[in-house]
């Protein structure tokens, strides 16, 4: 699997990070958990926490997010 690596900032959360990456769905942050076995699950993370992104195509973002849901470009 491939990952991107991103750099949290004060006030991040899980969800709103999911949703910056996965396509506006807050709810796949478990795809980042999962990647991040060795980050504590706190509602916001502090700061400077390296985490590792996993990369996802688009057959898998319509699976999360319903085809109306999706952006027109990506519908």
Not at 7 to 28: H, N, V
């Amino acid at each position: 699997m491939e990952y991107i690596e991103y750099m949290t900032k004060d006030g991040d959360r899980w969800d709103t990070i999911s949703a910056d990456f996965y396509g506006g769905d807050p709810l796949a942050f478990e795809q980042i958990i999962d990647a991040n076995p060795t980050v504590m699950i706190l509602p916001v993370l502090c700061s400077g926490i390296t985490l590792k992104i996993p990369t996802i195509n688009l057959a898998t973002a319509q699976a999360v997010i319903p085809a109306s849901e999706l952006p027109p470009w990506k519908q």
